[in-house]
């Protein structure tokens, strides 16, 4: 379902989707965010909703003997931002949605990672939206 749900919306938002970061490698569409590091996963997809560079990036991380299934939001960023890490108290505070693992900024990118994986085109929106809003709105992690 989450494979449908990422296919879906990067063709809605002028994007791509792909299974490896090599799939985004020499795009015409000059993807920087697949050249982020923290851009990894078994699922990936790009797009521009409102205009920004959004990258998701669904992955399974070894935990113990089970595998804990996450999914990450990268935002492009218009500038340069001191490196951040928000606290669990502070990422309360955030009208986000459920599931909030961390939201961090460095270099160019802001990233919130979510447990579990999106199953529809409009879980992606959700997770989407909430981080471009936040991206947009530097004061509430920690740049003014």
């Not at 997809?45 to 996450?70: F, H, I, L, N, Y």
């Amino acid at each position: 379902m989450t494979h449908g749900a990422l296919v879906t919306w990067a063709g809605r938002n002028e994007g791509r989707f792909g299974t490896t970061v090599a799939e985004f490698t020499g795009d015409a569409q000059g993807w920087e965010l697949a050249a982020s590091p923290r851009f990894r996963g078994e699922l990936l997809a790009v797009g521009r909703p409102q205009g920004v560079e959004v990258g998701v990036a669904c992955s399974v991380e070894d935990v113990g003997e089970a595998g804990t299934a996450v999914t990450a939001v990268l935002v492009r960023l218009p500038g340069q931002r001191s490196p951040v890490r928000l606290s669990r108290r502070e990422i309360r505070r955030l009208d986000l949605p459920y599931g909030v693992d961390s939201v961090e900024t460095g270099d160019r990118e802001l990233r919130v990672r979510y447990e579990g994986w999106p199953h529809s085109p409009s879980a992606v929106d959700v997770l989407v939206d909430a981080a471009v809003h936040l991206a947009a709105n530097p004061h509430d992690v920690g740049d003014a």
